[in-house]
Protein backbone atom coordinates (compact mmCIF):
# COMPACT_ATOMS: atom_id res chain seq x y z
CA UNK A 1 0.00 0.00 0.00
CA UNK A 2 1.82 3.17 -1.17
CA UNK A 3 1.06 6.99 1.07
CA UNK A 4 -2.05 7.49 -1.43
CA UNK A 5 -3.98 4.95 -0.59
CA UNK A 6 -3.00 4.74 3.08
CA UNK A 7 -4.61 8.01 3.56
CA UNK A 8 -7.52 7.76 1.00
CA UNK A 9 -8.10 4.65 3.61
CA UNK A 10 -7.82 6.57 6.37
CA UNK A 11 -10.24 9.62 5.12
CA UNK A 12 -12.90 6.92 3.92
CA UNK A 13 -13.15 5.41 7.74
CA UNK A 14 -13.05 8.97 9.24
CA UNK A 15 -16.18 9.76 7.01
CA UNK A 16 -17.49 6.71 7.32
CA UNK A 17 -17.12 6.81 11.09
CA UNK A 18 -18.64 10.43 11.30
CA UNK A 19 -21.91 8.93 9.10
CA UNK A 20 -22.23 6.44 12.09
CA UNK A 21 -21.65 8.83 14.81
CA UNK A 22 -23.89 11.42 13.38
CA UNK A 23 -26.38 8.78 12.40
CA UNK A 24 -26.08 7.14 15.87
CA UNK A 25 -26.31 10.23 17.49
CA UNK A 26 -29.27 11.91 15.81
CA UNK A 27 -31.33 8.35 16.40
CA UNK A 28 -30.81 8.64 20.06
CA UNK A 29 -32.28 12.08 19.77
CA UNK A 30 -35.40 11.08 18.09
CA UNK A 31 -36.15 8.16 19.71
CA UNK A 32 -39.27 7.42 20.96
CA UNK A 33 -41.23 10.41 19.64
CA UNK A 34 -42.90 10.91 15.86
CA UNK A 35 -40.85 13.69 15.97
CA UNK A 36 -42.07 17.91 14.90
CA UNK A 37 -43.32 17.30 11.78
CA UNK A 38 -46.12 19.43 11.32
CA UNK A 39 -46.74 23.08 11.28
CA UNK A 40 -49.39 24.27 13.78
CA UNK A 41 -50.57 27.71 15.46
CA UNK A 42 -51.05 27.75 19.09
CA UNK A 43 -54.81 29.78 19.46
CA UNK A 44 -53.96 30.96 22.90
CA UNK A 45 -50.85 32.38 21.78
CA UNK A 46 -52.28 33.71 18.42
CA UNK A 47 -52.87 37.65 18.23
CA UNK A 48 -54.81 37.94 14.93
CA UNK A 49 -51.95 40.30 13.60
CA UNK A 50 -53.02 39.48 9.75
CA UNK A 51 -49.97 38.32 8.61
CA UNK A 52 -51.60 34.23 8.26
CA UNK A 53 -53.19 35.85 5.00
CA UNK A 54 -50.46 37.41 3.56
CA UNK A 55 -47.03 35.42 4.66
CA UNK A 56 -48.29 31.66 3.59
CA UNK A 57 -46.44 30.72 0.15
CA UNK A 58 -50.08 29.53 -1.22
CA UNK A 59 -51.93 31.92 -3.16
CA UNK A 60 -54.95 31.25 -0.75
CA UNK A 61 -53.15 30.94 2.89
CA UNK A 62 -53.65 27.67 4.21
CA UNK A 63 -54.71 29.26 7.49
CA UNK A 64 -58.25 28.67 8.05
CA UNK A 65 -60.58 29.85 10.71
CA UNK A 66 -61.80 26.70 12.83
CA UNK A 67 -64.87 27.35 15.16
CA UNK A 68 -65.22 25.40 18.99
CA UNK A 69 -69.01 25.40 19.01
CA UNK A 70 -68.87 24.00 22.27
CA UNK A 71 -67.27 27.07 23.25
CA UNK A 72 -69.54 29.72 21.53
CA UNK A 73 -71.88 31.27 23.31
CA UNK A 74 -74.08 31.24 20.15
CA UNK A 75 -75.25 35.05 20.16
CA UNK A 76 -77.55 37.00 18.33
CA UNK A 77 -74.59 39.70 18.33
CA UNK A 78 -71.47 37.76 17.15
CA UNK A 79 -68.32 39.81 17.70
CA UNK A 80 -66.95 38.11 14.47
CA UNK A 81 -70.07 37.91 12.61
CA UNK A 82 -70.86 41.29 13.00
CA UNK A 83 -68.39 44.90 12.62
CA UNK A 84 -67.97 46.23 16.07
CA UNK A 85 -69.88 49.13 14.87
CA UNK A 86 -72.94 47.56 13.64
CA UNK A 87 -76.56 49.41 13.36
CA UNK A 88 -78.32 46.93 11.54
CA UNK A 89 -78.22 43.29 12.41
CA UNK A 90 -78.25 42.37 8.52
CA UNK A 91 -76.50 40.42 6.30
CA UNK A 92 -75.42 43.48 4.60
CA UNK A 93 -71.49 43.34 3.53
CA UNK A 94 -71.00 46.52 5.44
CA UNK A 95 -72.12 45.10 8.64
CA UNK A 96 -70.32 41.47 8.38
CA UNK A 97 -66.68 40.97 9.23
CA UNK A 98 -65.53 38.83 7.19
CA UNK A 99 -64.19 39.96 3.91
CA UNK A 100 -64.74 36.94 1.79
CA UNK A 101 -68.47 36.02 3.38
CA UNK A 102 -67.05 32.46 4.33
CA UNK A 103 -69.10 32.88 8.08
CA UNK A 104 -72.80 31.95 7.46
CA UNK A 105 -75.19 31.52 10.16
CA UNK A 106 -78.17 29.61 10.93
CA UNK A 107 -81.18 30.20 13.13
CA UNK A 108 -81.62 27.00 16.11
CA UNK A 109 -83.94 28.59 19.02
CA UNK A 110 -84.67 31.91 20.70
CA UNK A 111 -82.43 33.72 20.56
CA UNK A 112 -78.94 31.54 19.51
CA UNK A 113 -77.81 30.94 15.88
CA UNK A 114 -75.25 28.31 14.97
CA UNK A 115 -71.83 29.54 13.07
CA UNK A 116 -70.41 27.83 10.73
CA UNK A 117 -66.89 28.69 8.67
CA UNK A 118 -66.66 27.95 4.78
CA UNK A 119 -63.30 27.02 4.90
CA UNK A 120 -63.19 27.18 0.65
CA UNK A 121 -63.83 30.76 0.85
CA UNK A 122 -61.76 31.76 4.38
CA UNK A 123 -58.72 33.63 3.92
CA UNK A 124 -56.88 33.13 6.86
CA UNK A 125 -57.40 37.04 7.77
CA UNK A 126 -58.26 36.50 11.14
CA UNK A 127 -60.31 39.23 11.47
CA UNK A 128 -63.61 37.20 12.87
CA UNK A 129 -60.97 35.72 15.57
CA UNK A 130 -60.11 39.25 16.94
CA UNK A 131 -63.51 40.18 17.21
CA UNK A 132 -64.76 36.77 18.42
CA UNK A 133 -61.77 36.98 21.04
CA UNK A 134 -61.96 40.65 22.15
CA UNK A 135 -65.77 40.10 22.58
CA UNK A 136 -67.11 36.50 23.15
CA UNK A 137 -65.79 33.37 23.98
CA UNK A 138 -63.22 32.56 21.59
CA UNK A 139 -64.56 29.89 19.72
CA UNK A 140 -63.49 31.02 16.31
CA UNK A 141 -59.60 30.50 16.63
CA UNK A 142 -57.10 30.10 13.49
CA UNK A 143 -55.63 26.95 12.86
CA UNK A 144 -53.15 25.35 9.99
CA UNK A 145 -55.49 23.37 7.45
CA UNK A 146 -52.75 20.63 7.41
CA UNK A 147 -54.93 19.13 3.70
CA UNK A 148 -53.64 21.96 2.41
CA UNK A 149 -50.37 22.98 4.40
CA UNK A 150 -47.78 22.56 1.78
CA UNK A 151 -45.21 21.82 4.94
CA UNK A 152 -42.40 23.66 4.19
CA UNK A 153 -39.09 22.72 5.92
CA UNK A 154 -39.38 26.32 7.61
CA UNK A 155 -43.19 28.21 7.13
CA UNK A 156 -42.84 31.59 6.05
CA UNK A 157 -45.85 32.89 8.19
CA UNK A 158 -43.70 31.38 11.89
CA UNK A 159 -40.78 33.50 10.42
CA UNK A 160 -42.20 36.80 10.81
CA UNK A 161 -45.37 36.08 13.58
CA UNK A 162 -45.36 38.60 15.78
CA UNK A 163 -46.08 36.09 18.94
CA UNK A 164 -43.91 33.34 17.85
CA UNK A 165 -47.45 31.35 18.22
CA UNK A 166 -46.69 28.75 15.36
CA UNK A 167 -44.47 25.77 16.31
CA UNK A 168 -43.88 22.38 14.55
CA UNK A 169 -46.57 19.43 16.63
CA UNK A 170 -46.33 15.93 15.98
CA UNK A 171 -48.28 13.67 13.89
CA UNK A 172 -51.06 12.86 16.73
CA UNK A 173 -51.43 16.59 17.58
CA UNK A 174 -51.58 17.86 14.35
CA UNK A 175 -54.37 20.50 15.47
CA UNK A 176 -54.62 22.44 18.57
CA UNK A 177 -58.43 22.54 19.12
CA UNK A 178 -59.73 24.98 21.80
CA UNK A 179 -63.36 22.13 22.08
CA UNK A 180 -60.21 19.85 23.93
CA UNK A 181 -58.66 21.97 25.61
CA UNK B 1 -59.20 48.88 21.76
CA UNK B 2 -58.20 48.44 25.56
CA UNK B 3 -60.75 45.41 25.59
CA UNK B 4 -58.79 43.90 22.46
CA UNK B 5 -55.73 44.54 24.48
CA UNK B 6 -56.77 42.64 27.65
CA UNK B 7 -57.83 39.88 25.82
CA UNK B 8 -54.91 38.71 23.91
CA UNK B 9 -53.28 37.59 26.72
CA UNK B 10 -55.10 34.43 25.67
CA UNK B 11 -57.03 33.41 28.10
CA UNK B 12 -60.20 32.23 26.65
CA UNK B 13 -62.88 33.24 29.26
CA UNK B 14 -66.23 32.39 28.31
CA UNK B 15 -68.11 36.27 28.45
CA UNK B 16 -71.58 34.32 27.34
CA UNK B 17 -72.73 31.05 29.64
CA UNK B 18 -72.90 28.00 27.61
CA UNK B 19 -76.36 28.23 25.65
CA UNK B 20 -78.87 25.25 27.41
CA UNK B 21 -80.86 24.38 24.07
CA UNK B 22 -84.51 23.31 25.14
CA UNK B 23 -84.95 22.28 21.25
CA UNK B 24 -82.51 18.96 21.24
CA UNK B 25 -80.07 20.97 19.29
CA UNK B 26 -77.02 18.50 18.82
CA UNK B 27 -73.38 20.10 18.43
CA UNK B 28 -72.28 19.16 15.00
CA UNK B 29 -69.32 16.61 14.56
CA UNK B 30 -66.78 18.75 12.32
CA UNK B 31 -63.83 16.74 10.58
CA UNK B 32 -60.05 18.30 9.93
CA UNK B 33 -58.63 16.46 7.76
CA UNK B 34 -54.87 15.07 8.27
CA UNK B 35 -52.61 13.96 5.05
CA UNK B 36 -51.47 10.60 5.65
CA UNK B 37 -48.07 12.09 5.90
CA UNK B 38 -46.30 8.89 7.36
CA UNK B 39 -47.00 6.93 4.14
CA UNK B 40 -46.00 9.18 2.01
CA UNK B 41 -42.37 9.58 3.73
CA UNK B 42 -42.34 6.23 3.96
CA UNK B 43 -42.89 6.11 -0.15
CA UNK B 44 -40.20 8.81 -0.27
CA UNK B 45 -37.86 6.64 1.90
CA UNK B 46 -38.51 3.92 -0.85
CA UNK B 47 -37.95 5.49 -3.71
CA UNK B 48 -35.08 7.69 -2.72
CA UNK B 49 -33.25 4.27 -1.84
CA UNK B 50 -34.95 2.64 -5.10
CA UNK B 51 -33.46 5.00 -6.98
CA UNK B 52 -30.31 5.50 -5.77
CA UNK B 53 -29.66 2.12 -6.15
CA UNK B 54 -30.75 2.02 -9.93
CA UNK B 55 -28.23 4.75 -10.80
CA UNK B 56 -25.99 2.58 -8.92
CA UNK B 57 -26.90 -0.19 -11.46
CA UNK B 58 -26.98 1.85 -14.05
CA UNK B 59 -23.43 3.59 -13.55
CA UNK B 60 -21.24 0.85 -12.31
CA UNK B 61 -23.00 -2.45 -14.01
CA UNK B 62 -25.26 -1.27 -16.96
CA UNK B 63 -23.22 1.46 -17.99
CA UNK B 64 -26.34 3.70 -19.26
CA UNK B 65 -27.27 6.78 -19.19
CA UNK B 66 -30.75 6.21 -20.63
CA UNK B 67 -31.66 4.73 -17.07
CA UNK B 68 -30.61 7.73 -15.23
CA UNK B 69 -32.37 10.06 -17.39
CA UNK B 70 -35.27 8.08 -16.56
CA UNK B 71 -34.70 8.11 -12.92
CA UNK B 72 -34.29 12.12 -13.10
CA UNK B 73 -37.72 12.15 -14.86
CA UNK B 74 -39.32 10.75 -12.29
CA UNK B 75 -37.29 12.61 -9.80
CA UNK B 76 -39.25 15.62 -10.88
CA UNK B 77 -42.12 14.48 -11.31
CA UNK B 78 -42.15 12.89 -8.04
CA UNK B 79 -40.06 13.98 -5.57
CA UNK B 80 -40.42 17.89 -7.28
CA UNK B 81 -44.15 17.86 -8.65
CA UNK B 82 -46.10 15.87 -7.02
CA UNK B 83 -44.32 15.67 -3.26
CA UNK B 84 -43.67 19.84 -3.67
CA UNK B 85 -39.80 19.45 -2.57
CA UNK B 86 -40.67 19.55 0.73
CA UNK B 87 -38.06 18.14 2.34
CA UNK B 88 -35.66 17.35 0.57
CA UNK B 89 -32.27 16.17 1.71
CA UNK B 90 -30.68 19.58 0.78
CA UNK B 91 -32.59 21.50 3.45
CA UNK B 92 -32.01 18.63 5.83
CA UNK B 93 -28.82 19.46 6.36
CA UNK B 94 -30.34 22.75 8.68
CA UNK B 95 -32.98 20.30 10.54
CA UNK B 96 -29.66 18.22 11.39
CA UNK B 97 -28.14 20.94 12.53
CA UNK B 98 -30.88 22.27 14.48
CA UNK B 99 -31.44 19.05 16.15
CA UNK B 100 -27.69 18.89 16.79
CA UNK B 101 -27.79 22.19 18.46
CA UNK B 102 -31.21 22.26 20.21
CA UNK B 103 -32.05 19.27 22.13
CA UNK B 104 -35.73 20.58 22.23
CA UNK B 105 -36.43 19.83 18.18
CA UNK B 106 -37.15 15.98 17.74
CA UNK B 107 -36.06 15.53 14.16
CA UNK B 108 -38.44 13.18 12.48
CA UNK B 109 -36.95 9.50 11.29
CA UNK B 110 -37.74 10.55 7.63
CA UNK B 111 -35.78 13.67 7.28
CA UNK B 112 -32.75 11.83 9.13
CA UNK B 113 -32.97 9.43 6.36
CA UNK B 114 -33.05 11.84 3.97
CA UNK B 115 -30.34 13.51 5.00
CA UNK B 116 -28.00 10.35 6.18
CA UNK B 117 -28.70 7.67 3.11
CA UNK B 118 -27.28 9.97 0.38
CA UNK B 119 -23.92 10.71 2.32
CA UNK B 120 -24.06 6.70 2.86
CA UNK B 121 -24.55 6.35 -1.09
CA UNK B 122 -21.96 8.78 -1.39
CA UNK B 123 -19.27 7.21 0.62
CA UNK B 124 -20.04 3.73 -0.77
CA UNK B 125 -20.30 5.01 -4.53
CA UNK B 126 -20.28 8.71 -4.99
CA UNK B 127 -22.92 11.08 -6.02
CA UNK B 128 -25.20 8.70 -6.42
CA UNK B 129 -28.04 11.08 -5.26
CA UNK B 130 -27.28 14.42 -7.42
CA UNK B 131 -27.30 12.14 -10.83
CA UNK B 132 -30.71 11.53 -11.32
CA UNK B 133 -32.50 11.64 -7.42
CA UNK B 134 -31.81 15.25 -6.32
CA UNK B 135 -35.63 16.92 -7.80
CA UNK B 136 -33.29 20.25 -8.12
CA UNK B 137 -30.21 18.82 -9.96
CA UNK B 138 -32.24 16.79 -12.24
CA UNK B 139 -34.16 19.43 -13.29
CA UNK B 140 -31.04 21.00 -14.67
CA UNK B 141 -29.94 18.24 -16.20
CA UNK B 142 -32.92 17.38 -17.98
CA UNK B 143 -32.83 20.63 -19.97
CA UNK B 144 -28.86 21.10 -20.30
CA UNK B 145 -28.04 21.27 -24.03
CA UNK B 146 -24.59 23.07 -24.47
CA UNK B 147 -21.81 22.77 -22.20
CA UNK B 148 -19.81 26.50 -22.09
CA UNK B 149 -16.59 25.94 -19.81
CA UNK B 150 -15.81 28.10 -17.35
CA UNK B 151 -12.16 28.94 -16.79
CA UNK B 152 -10.85 26.68 -14.65
CA UNK B 153 -9.53 29.95 -11.82
CA UNK B 154 -13.37 31.34 -12.10
CA UNK B 155 -15.23 27.29 -11.32
CA UNK B 156 -12.84 26.87 -8.62
CA UNK B 157 -13.66 30.39 -6.96
CA UNK B 158 -17.09 30.05 -7.26
CA UNK B 159 -16.90 26.40 -6.05
CA UNK B 160 -16.17 28.22 -2.64
CA UNK B 161 -19.76 29.50 -2.32
CA UNK B 162 -21.60 26.45 -1.47
CA UNK B 163 -18.96 25.77 1.82
CA UNK B 164 -19.65 29.81 2.50
CA UNK B 165 -23.50 28.97 2.02
CA UNK B 166 -22.93 25.63 4.30
CA UNK B 167 -21.23 27.98 6.35
CA UNK B 168 -24.44 30.77 6.97
CA UNK B 169 -26.90 27.87 6.92
CA UNK B 170 -25.15 26.16 10.12
CA UNK B 171 -25.28 29.59 12.22
CA UNK B 172 -28.56 30.71 11.13
CA UNK B 173 -30.21 27.12 11.81
CA UNK B 174 -28.52 26.24 14.97
CA UNK B 175 -29.98 29.79 16.28
CA UNK B 176 -33.17 29.00 15.01
CA UNK B 177 -32.83 32.22 12.97
CA UNK B 178 -34.13 30.91 9.83
CA UNK B 179 -33.63 28.08 7.14
CA UNK B 180 -31.37 29.77 4.28
CA UNK B 181 -31.38 27.24 2.18
CA UNK B 182 -35.19 26.90 2.00
CA UNK B 183 -35.85 31.02 2.07
CA UNK B 184 -33.62 30.83 -0.93
CA UNK B 185 -34.47 27.56 -2.59
CA UNK B 186 -35.11 28.50 -6.32
CA UNK B 187 -36.58 25.58 -7.52
CA UNK B 188 -39.44 25.37 -5.03
CA UNK B 189 -41.82 28.20 -6.82
CA UNK B 190 -41.39 26.26 -9.74
CA UNK B 191 -42.36 22.72 -8.35
CA UNK B 192 -45.55 24.78 -6.28
CA UNK B 193 -46.08 26.69 -9.62
CA UNK B 194 -45.89 29.55 -7.25
CA UNK B 195 -44.74 31.61 -4.33
CA UNK B 196 -42.29 33.74 -4.13
CA UNK B 197 -41.72 36.14 -7.20
CA UNK B 198 -37.95 36.67 -6.86
CA UNK B 199 -37.12 33.35 -6.30
CA UNK B 200 -39.19 32.06 -9.25
CA UNK B 201 -37.65 34.45 -11.26
CA UNK B 202 -33.92 33.55 -9.76
CA UNK B 203 -35.21 29.67 -10.35
CA UNK B 204 -35.94 30.20 -13.82
CA UNK B 205 -32.71 32.20 -15.00
CA UNK B 206 -30.86 29.59 -13.54
CA UNK B 207 -32.75 27.27 -15.68
CA UNK B 208 -32.15 29.30 -18.23
CA UNK B 209 -28.13 29.49 -17.26
CA UNK B 210 -28.26 25.25 -16.87
CA UNK B 211 -29.14 25.53 -20.99
CA UNK B 212 -25.46 26.44 -21.65
CA UNK B 213 -24.08 25.68 -18.39
CA UNK B 214 -24.46 22.32 -16.46
CA UNK B 215 -26.05 22.28 -13.35
CA UNK B 216 -25.32 25.83 -11.99
CA UNK B 217 -26.71 25.30 -9.17
CA UNK B 218 -25.28 22.19 -8.03
CA UNK B 219 -21.91 23.13 -9.10
CA UNK B 220 -21.92 26.69 -7.61
CA UNK B 221 -24.53 26.89 -4.69
CA UNK B 222 -25.66 23.53 -3.35
CA UNK B 223 -24.21 23.03 0.01
CA UNK B 224 -25.23 19.91 0.34
CA UNK B 225 -23.39 19.23 -2.55
CA UNK B 226 -20.21 20.46 -1.28
CA UNK B 227 -20.80 18.10 1.65
CA UNK B 228 -21.35 14.85 -0.84
CA UNK B 229 -18.30 15.84 -2.83
CA UNK B 230 -16.32 15.32 0.27
CA UNK B 231 -17.54 11.81 0.66
CA UNK B 232 -17.40 10.94 -2.82
CA UNK B 233 -14.19 11.89 -3.31
CA UNK B 234 -13.15 9.34 -0.28
CA UNK B 235 -15.72 7.21 -1.98
CA UNK B 236 -15.41 2.74 -1.89
CA UNK B 237 -15.92 2.61 -5.13
CA UNK B 238 -14.92 4.88 -8.16
CA UNK B 239 -16.17 5.17 -11.49
CA UNK B 240 -14.78 4.77 -14.71
CA UNK B 241 -14.88 6.50 -17.63
CA UNK B 242 -14.35 3.34 -19.67
CA UNK B 243 -13.09 -0.36 -18.74
CA UNK B 244 -11.11 -0.25 -21.67
CA UNK B 245 -7.80 1.59 -22.67
CA UNK B 246 -8.21 5.12 -23.01
CA UNK B 247 -7.15 6.54 -26.27
CA UNK B 248 -6.92 9.95 -25.16
CA UNK B 249 -9.52 11.51 -27.07
CA UNK B 250 -10.60 14.02 -25.02
CA UNK B 251 -14.47 13.79 -26.20
CA UNK B 252 -15.60 12.40 -22.40
CA UNK B 253 -14.25 15.91 -21.25
CA UNK B 254 -16.25 17.56 -23.92
CA UNK B 255 -19.30 15.84 -22.98
CA UNK B 256 -18.77 16.46 -19.21
CA UNK B 257 -21.51 19.15 -18.10
CA UNK B 258 -19.84 19.81 -14.72
CA UNK B 259 -15.91 19.92 -15.45
CA UNK B 260 -15.78 16.46 -13.54
CA UNK B 261 -12.67 15.38 -15.85
CA UNK B 262 -8.80 15.72 -15.27
CA UNK B 263 -7.16 16.05 -18.43
CA UNK B 264 -3.52 13.91 -18.82
CA UNK B 265 -0.80 16.20 -17.42
CA UNK B 266 3.06 15.85 -17.08
CA UNK B 267 4.94 18.43 -14.90
CA UNK B 268 6.67 19.93 -17.57
CA UNK B 269 9.82 20.87 -15.28
CA UNK B 270 10.04 18.66 -12.76
CA UNK B 271 10.35 20.07 -9.75
CA UNK B 272 12.67 19.04 -6.80
CA UNK B 273 11.44 16.57 -3.93
CA UNK B 274 12.58 19.21 -1.56
CA UNK B 275 10.96 22.02 -2.92
CA UNK B 276 7.89 20.06 -3.12
CA UNK B 277 8.20 19.35 0.43
CA UNK B 278 8.49 22.38 2.18
CA UNK B 279 5.55 23.76 -0.21
CA UNK B 280 3.43 21.34 1.29
CA UNK B 281 4.53 22.06 4.89
CA UNK B 282 3.95 26.04 4.20
CA UNK B 283 0.95 25.04 3.00
CA UNK B 284 0.27 22.41 6.01
CA UNK B 285 1.07 25.52 8.36
CA UNK B 286 -0.73 27.97 6.54
CA UNK B 287 -4.35 25.69 6.98
CA UNK B 288 -4.80 26.36 10.68
CA UNK B 289 -3.63 30.18 10.24
CA UNK B 290 -6.49 29.99 7.54
CA UNK B 291 -8.95 28.24 10.14
CA UNK B 292 -8.26 30.43 12.48
CA UNK B 293 -8.12 33.83 10.65
CA UNK B 294 -11.85 32.73 8.98
CA UNK B 295 -13.11 32.03 12.82
CA UNK B 296 -11.50 35.31 14.40
CA UNK B 297 -13.14 37.72 11.05
CA UNK B 298 -16.28 35.99 10.95
CA UNK B 299 -16.72 35.82 14.76
CA UNK B 300 -15.85 39.21 15.26
CA UNK B 301 -19.57 40.08 13.18
CA UNK B 302 -21.18 38.02 15.47
CA UNK B 303 -23.55 40.74 16.64
CA UNK B 304 -24.54 41.98 13.33
CA UNK B 305 -24.92 38.72 11.87
CA UNK B 306 -27.49 38.25 15.02
CA UNK B 307 -29.72 40.71 13.62
CA UNK B 308 -31.58 37.66 11.50
CA UNK B 309 -32.85 36.56 14.77
CA UNK B 310 -36.47 37.36 15.58
CA UNK B 311 -35.98 38.13 19.13
CA UNK B 312 -32.88 40.37 18.59
CA UNK B 313 -34.77 42.37 15.75
CA UNK B 314 -37.32 43.16 17.90
CA UNK B 315 -35.07 44.08 20.93
CA UNK B 316 -33.98 46.36 18.10
CA UNK B 317 -37.45 47.76 16.97
CA UNK B 318 -37.72 48.23 20.78
CA UNK B 319 -34.23 50.47 21.31
CA UNK B 320 -35.40 52.38 18.01
CA UNK B 321 -39.45 52.88 19.89
CA UNK B 322 -37.44 54.11 22.44
CA UNK B 323 -35.09 56.64 21.09
CA UNK B 324 -37.96 57.86 18.65
CA UNK B 325 -41.52 57.51 20.74
CA UNK B 326 -43.20 59.54 18.25
CA UNK B 327 -42.57 56.69 14.41
CA UNK B 328 -45.67 54.34 13.99
CA UNK B 329 -45.08 51.55 16.54
CA UNK B 330 -44.22 48.49 14.29
CA UNK B 331 -46.34 45.16 14.19
CA UNK B 332 -43.63 43.48 16.25
CA UNK B 333 -43.19 45.98 18.85
CA UNK B 334 -47.37 46.52 18.96
CA UNK B 335 -47.55 42.77 19.87
CA UNK B 336 -44.19 42.64 22.36
CA UNK B 337 -45.86 45.42 24.40
CA UNK B 338 -49.79 43.91 24.35
CA UNK B 339 -48.65 40.90 25.58
CA UNK B 340 -47.00 42.60 28.33
CA UNK B 341 -43.63 41.77 27.42
CA UNK B 342 -40.44 42.48 29.50
CA UNK B 343 -38.17 44.38 28.24
CA UNK B 344 -35.39 43.23 30.86
CA UNK B 345 -36.06 39.89 30.35
CA UNK B 346 -35.62 39.99 26.52
CA UNK B 347 -32.33 41.46 26.95
CA UNK B 348 -31.36 38.88 28.71
CA UNK B 349 -32.92 36.26 25.66
CA UNK B 350 -30.73 38.39 23.34
CA UNK B 351 -27.85 38.00 25.15
CA UNK B 352 -27.93 34.34 25.30
CA UNK B 353 -28.54 34.42 21.46
CA UNK B 354 -25.99 36.84 20.53
CA UNK B 355 -23.78 34.65 23.25
CA UNK B 356 -24.92 31.64 20.66
CA UNK B 357 -24.13 33.29 17.39
CA UNK B 358 -20.81 34.14 18.76
CA UNK B 359 -20.16 30.86 19.05
CA UNK B 360 -21.75 29.33 15.54
CA UNK B 361 -20.26 32.33 14.48
CA UNK B 362 -16.85 31.30 15.03
CA UNK B 363 -17.22 27.96 13.87
CA UNK B 364 -19.16 28.72 10.45
CA UNK B 365 -15.74 31.04 9.89
CA UNK B 366 -13.35 28.37 11.12
CA UNK B 367 -15.02 26.16 8.43
CA UNK B 368 -14.44 28.69 6.06
CA UNK B 369 -11.30 29.42 6.25
CA UNK B 370 -10.47 25.44 6.53
CA UNK B 371 -11.64 25.35 2.96
CA UNK B 372 -10.10 27.84 1.24
CA UNK B 373 -6.58 26.76 3.10
CA UNK B 374 -7.64 23.58 2.05
CA UNK B 375 -8.53 24.25 -2.09
CA UNK B 376 -4.95 26.05 -1.51
CA UNK B 377 -2.67 23.03 -0.41
CA UNK B 378 -5.01 21.02 -3.19
CA UNK B 379 -4.15 23.20 -5.82
CA UNK B 380 -0.42 23.06 -4.73
CA UNK B 381 -0.85 19.28 -5.25
CA UNK B 382 0.09 18.74 -8.76
CA UNK B 383 -0.42 14.87 -10.13
CA UNK B 384 1.04 13.63 -13.08
CA UNK B 385 -1.87 11.74 -14.84
CA UNK B 386 -1.46 9.53 -18.28
CA UNK B 387 -5.06 9.00 -19.16
CA UNK B 388 -8.49 11.00 -18.82
CA UNK B 389 -9.82 10.33 -15.53
CA UNK B 390 -12.98 11.13 -13.56
CA UNK B 391 -12.26 13.72 -10.36
CA UNK B 392 -15.25 11.80 -8.21
CA UNK B 393 -15.59 14.98 -6.27
CA UNK B 394 -17.08 16.75 -9.21
CA UNK B 395 -18.64 13.67 -11.19
CA UNK B 396 -22.70 13.99 -10.09
CA UNK B 397 -22.74 10.69 -12.38
CA UNK B 398 -24.81 11.59 -15.41
CA UNK B 399 -23.35 9.43 -17.75
CA UNK B 400 -22.99 11.30 -20.62
CA UNK B 401 -19.27 10.61 -21.15
CA UNK B 402 -19.99 6.16 -21.14
CA UNK B 403 -21.99 7.45 -24.88
CA UNK B 404 -19.12 9.30 -26.22
CA UNK B 405 -16.35 7.53 -25.16
CA UNK B 406 -15.27 5.58 -28.65
CA UNK B 407 -14.30 2.81 -26.86
CA UNK B 408 -17.15 1.84 -25.03
CA UNK B 409 -18.85 1.88 -28.63
CA UNK B 410 -16.27 -0.60 -29.41
CA UNK B 411 -17.72 -4.08 -29.63
Known sequence: MDRRDFLRTCGSLLAGGAILATGGLLTTKSKGKSGDVFWQIDPFACTQCGRCETDCVLPVSAVKCFHANKVCGYCDLCGGYYRPSVKDLNTAAENLMCPTGAITRKFVEEPYFEYTIDESLCNGCGKCVKGCTSFGNGSLFLQIQQDLCQQCNECKIARVCPSDAIKRVSYDEAYKLKDHA | MVLALQSLGGIAEARFPKPDFTSGYQYPDIFHGVPYEQLWNILDIILLVGMMGAVVWAAYKKR????????????????????????????????????????????????????????LFALLFGRVFCSGVCPLGALQELINVRNFRLSRAVSATLSLIPWIYLAFTIIYAATRSQFLICRFDPFVGIFRLGGDMGMIGFGIALLILSLFIGRPFCQFLCPYGALLSVFSALSWKKLEITKKDCINCALCDKSCPVDAIRQPQQSKAKETRSAGVKRIILFAVLLPVFTFLGAVLLGQNSDALSRAHKDVYLYELLMEQQAHPDIEEPLEVETFNALGGNVEELKEKVDDIQHQYSLYAHLAGALIGFVIGFKLLKLSLKRSRKTYEIDSARCTMCGKCFNYCPQNLKK
Request: with cysteine.
Open chain 2, 64 to 119: SRAVIYSTSIISVLYFGFFRSGCVCSVGSIQNVILALADPTYHLPWYVLLIFILPI
